[in-house]
């Protein structure tokens, strides 16, 4: 008999500094389920090593299906709250493949609706072993993002569409250790960069900023001053420049 391994847990409910400020809205948010696509596991070499890792790391099913319902909490708080749409996404397959990198996601359907998560076998295979789980589903949520985002109409920047992923997975509790708030020329450099500078922006206007965000992506095509002044009344550089003083 081969037993599976035990499934990694992550955190459903995970509050930055530890502080629930919210309660209420978190009860609220648990009593509604969203709903979670059709979701598969595609793996092209199961003799690769990094195979194998994955295999003994973590549960499919359940990085795929909590990865997804965290971001959806995050993104879009509860299946009925007027203020956000989830997108139509009706499938996410994971494939695991030799390619060097990382991580990529594609969509594809109508409505671009069918998306594919391209996660790298060699990559997987290098991973720290006292963190390979936790890397393995902070990669599968960043990615998962990108599956359930919107773009502005494929015209927000790009540093923006990685940093609410990493937004997402910072709020995850899945942030890799070598990630720290530190100052950078631009505001959308990205990644953890834009993530940290999101949640500023989470901190300084209240919780459900980045959902706004998000929605508001959702709702028409991006044009960068404009975008950030019905936001908030103010320009993005402004905003940055207050991020980046707060850092000193
Ligand atoms: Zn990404």
């Known amino acids: ?20 400020n919210h309660p209420e809205e978190d009860q609220n948010a648990r009593e509604e389920k969203f709903s979670v696509p059709a979701l598969q596991l595609q793996i092209q070499d199961l003799k690769h090593p990094g ?3 994955f295999l003994n790391a973590v549960n499919a099913t359940d990085s795929l299906t909590t990865g997804t319902v965290n971001l959806l909490k995050l993104l879009y708080h509860k299946p009925s709250d007027p203020e956000t749409t989830v997108p139509p996404t009706s499938s996410v397959t994971l494939f ?13 359907g109508a409505d671009n609706n069918v998306k594919e998560i391209h996660f790298s076998l060699p990559y997987i295979a290098q991973i720290n ?9 902070g990669v599968i949520t960043h ?6 985002q919107y773009n502005g109409h494929g015209a927000a920047p790009g540093g923006l569409i990685e940093g609410i992923a990493d937004w997402v997975r ?16 631009n505001w959308d450099a990205g990644y953890q ?8 922006l989470e901190q300084r206007f209240g919780r459900g900023t980045v959902r706004r965000i998000n929605e508001k992506l959702r709702g028409s095509k991006y044009h960068e001053r404009d975008f950030w002044i019905e936001l908030f009344g103010q320009e ?13």
């Open 1 to 20: 008999m081969v037993r599976l391994p035990e499934p990694t847990p992550v955190p459903a409910n995970v509050h930055i500094n530890g502080t629930n």
């Open 51 to 53: 195979a194998t890792r």
């Open 96 to 108: 695991l493949e030799n390619f060097p990198g990382v991580a990529y996601t594609v969509g594809s």
């Open 129 to 137: 072993p006292s963190r390979i789980a936790e890397e393995i589903n």
């Open 143 to 148: 990615e998962l993002v990108h599956c359930f």
């Open 170 to 185: 910072l709020h995850c509790n899945l942030s890799p250790p070598h990630w720290k708030q530190e100052v950078t020329e």
């Open 193 to 200: 960069h834009t993530a940290y500078f999101l949640e500023f």
């Open 236 to 248: 993005v550089e402004e905003l940055f420049t207050e991020y980046t003083q707060s850092l000193q």
